[in-house]
C-alpha cells in the first residue's frame, strides 16, 4: 500500500517537472508565441483592403504613445484611430490620400518613414553622405600612404650616388 | 593643413557633444500640433446640455476662444476642473468644452457636481470634432484668435503656473493683433 502511494506522489511530481521543462524548452525556441496585439473585429470588402489596412497601422505612429504604432498600441486614441483608418479604407481612399489626412492633423510625428521634404533632407540623405565621406577618407588615407612607403623605399639621388660610390669602391 | 586634419577629431567631438547637450533639455513628450496656424474645421455636433440643438463653428463666439477638451474618463480633468474655474475670471478668453468621447449622462453629472466653467460644451461621442482638430487625448487646451486661426494646443492639465506660462503671453499678443488691427 505504502508502495503505491509512494509510486503515485512521484509520477505526480515528475510529470508536471516534464511539462515545466518542455515548456522552458519551447520557450525558450520562441515557439509559443504569445501574440499580445490588440483585436478588433474588422470585416474588410475584400483581401487587398485587408492587407493595405495592416500595412497602414505598421506604418503609422500612435500619436500619443511616442514608440507604438498603431497595430501595437492599446490606447484609447490608437483605437479611435484604428477606427477611423478601417472607416477611410471603405470609404475607398488611397494611401496617400490617408497618411495625408492623418499628417494634416497630427503632423509629421505619425509617419514612422517620414516624407521626403527640404526639412528631412539630412535625415534621408545624411547617412549616404557620410558613407561617402567615410570612403573617400579611407581612399584617400590608403594612397597616401602607399605613396609614402614607395618614397620611403625608394632611394633620394644623393643617397644612390652614396651607395654606388660604396659599391664601386670594393 | 595638417594641424587643421589633426583637430578635425576634435571638432566633431565638440559638434556631437553640443549635439547630445541639447537633447538632455528636450521634452520627448513635448508634440507640436499639426494644427497651429490652421483654421478650425467646421463641424455640425449637438450640444452637452440640449441634443436637440446642433453647434456648428460659428457658435464659438468670442474674441479670444478656448477650446478645452475634457471627459469624465480623463482623471486629469478632475485636477485641471478648478484652474478651468478660475480662467473664466478673465474676461478677454471665453472658454468652451469639447466633450470628447464620452457618455452623455456621466458628463451631465460631472458639471452638476462640480460646476460648469463652459459657455457651453460640444458632445462629440464619436470623437469627430476631436479627430478633425489632432486631439489624441485629455485633457487638451485649444486657443483661437479672432480670425479663427487655431494658435496653440495645450495637452496635459491646465494649473497656475501653466496658464502664466503658457497661455498668458500669448493672449497678450492676441490682443495686441486685435488692437493694431482695430487701429
Known amino acids: 500500500m505504502q508502495f503505491v502511494v509512494k509510486s503515485v506522489t512521484a509520477s505526480a511530481l515528475f510529470v508536471p517537472l516534464r511539462s515545466i521543462v518542455i515548456s522552458v524548452i519551447l520557450l525558450m525556441l520562441g515557439l509559443t508565441q504569445v501574440s499580445a496585439s490588440p483585436v478588433d473585429t474588422f470585416e474588410f470588402k475584400d483581401e487587398r483592403t485587408k492587407i493595405r489596412f495592416q500595412v497602414l497601422s505598421k506604418e503609422l505612429r500612435c500619436p500619443k504613445c511616442q514608440n507604438q504604432n498603431l497595430a501595437d498600441s492599446n490606447s484609447k486614441i490608437a483605437v479611435d484611430l484604428r477606427k477611423t483608418l478601417y472607416t477611410l479604407l471603405q470609404e475607398g481612399k488611397t494611401d496617400q490620400e490617408i497618411i495625408d489626412f492623418m499628417v494634416y492633423r497630427y503632423g509629421d510625428f505619425v509617419l514612422y518613414r517620414p516624407q521626403l521634404k527640404k526639412q528631412t533632407y539630412v535625415l534621408w540623405f545624411g547617412p549616404i553622405v557620410i558613407f561617402l565621406g567615410f570612403i573617400i577618407g579611407v581612399i584617400w588615407t590608403l594612397r597616401r600612404r602607399g605613396k609614402a612607403k614607395a618614397s620611403e623605399l625608394s632611394l633620394s639621388s644623393n643617397e644612390q650616388a652614396n651607395l654606388d660610390d660604396i659599391l664601386n669602391k670594393k | ?183
Open chain 2, 1 to 183: 593643413m595638417k594641424k587643421i586634419i589633426r583637430f578635425i577629431p576634435l571638432i566633431l567631438f565638440v559638434l556631437l557633444g553640443a549635439l547630445l547637450y541639447r537633447g538632455l533639455f528636450l521634452n520627448p513628450q513635448a508634440m507640436p500640433s499639426a494644427m497651429i496656424g490652421k483654421p478650425l474645421p467646421e463641424f455640425a455636433l449637438p450640444r452637452l446640455k440640449d441634443d436637440q440643438q446642433v453647434l456648428g463653428r460659428d457658435d464659438l463666439k468670442g474674441e479670444i476662444v478656448l477650446l478645452n477638451v475634457w471627459a469624465t474618463w480623463c482623471i486629469q480633468c478632475k485636477y485641471e476642473h478648478p484652474y478651468l474655474l478660475d480662467i473664466t475670471a478673465d474676461p478677454r478668453i471665453t472658454l468652451y468644452g469639447l466633450n470628447f468621447t464620452d457618455e452623455r449622462s456621466a458628463a451631465l453629472r460631472w458639471l452638476k457636481q462640480y460646476k460648469d466653467p463652459y459657455v457651453f460644451s460640444i458632445f462629440d461621442e464619436q470623437g469627430a470634432l476631436g479627430l478633425d482638430i489632432g486631439v489624441f487625448g485629455a485633457p487638451e487646451t485649444f486657443v483661437i484668435d479672432h480670425t479663427g486661426i487655431i494658435r496653440k494646443r495645450f495637452a496635459g492639465p491646465i494649473n497656475d503656473k501653466v496658464w502664466q506660462k503658457e497661455f498668458l503671453p500669448l493672449i497678450d499678443t492676441i490682443e495686441m493683433e486685435i488692437a493694431q488691427g482695430a487701429s
